[in-house]
């Protein structure tokens, strides 16, 4: 069985002379998966196209919650077609809600992101399906 990094990389492991912590390759998917949808385009000095552009309407209050929600559905699977080339017949659902936070004692509504990534993985052609969700700004004080 073939193993793969985890993610984060602690480099700690690696000055000590120990070896790095591993993950099977649904796991390194997922970590890959979820920093795609993480990281602003332009952020990785390596390759400035990895990323998920969606992120520079973050704070655009005028954009709508279907135009906001179809943005991130074609970045994501723009950004999943090149950037992960592990998986195949792949495809994006997205969410966009507001949630209640809290921040500083004082809840607020913020909008929430819930991502699904479904597909299969391209060696084993077994299903993979990835969640997660994530606040985006700015907060709400309707």
């Known amino acids: 069985m073939q193993q793969y990094l985890k993610l984060p990389i602690r480099f700690h492991h690696f000055f000590e002379k120990r070896k790095l912590p591993v993950c ?69 659902s997205v969410v966009v809600k507001q949630a209640e936070t809290t921040f500083i004692s004082q809840k607020h509504l913020k909008r929430r992101i819930e991502i699904n990534v479904y597909g299969k993985i391209v060696r084993s052609l077994e299903p993979f399906s990835f969640v997660s969700g994530f606040f985006i700004g700015p907060y709400l004080f309707d």
Do not use: C, M
């Open 24 to 92: 099977n390759i649904y796991n390194s998917i997922s970590y890959n998966i979820h920093l795609l949808a993480t990281t602003i385009s332009g952020e990785n000095l390596q390759d400035s196209a990895y990323g998920s552009p969606f992120w520079d309407d973050e704070f655009d209050i005028q954009l709508s919650s279907d135009k906001r929600t179809n943005n991130i559905i074609r970045d994501l699977e723009k950004s999943i077609a090149r950037f992960e080339k592990r998986l195949t017949e792949v495809s994006v």
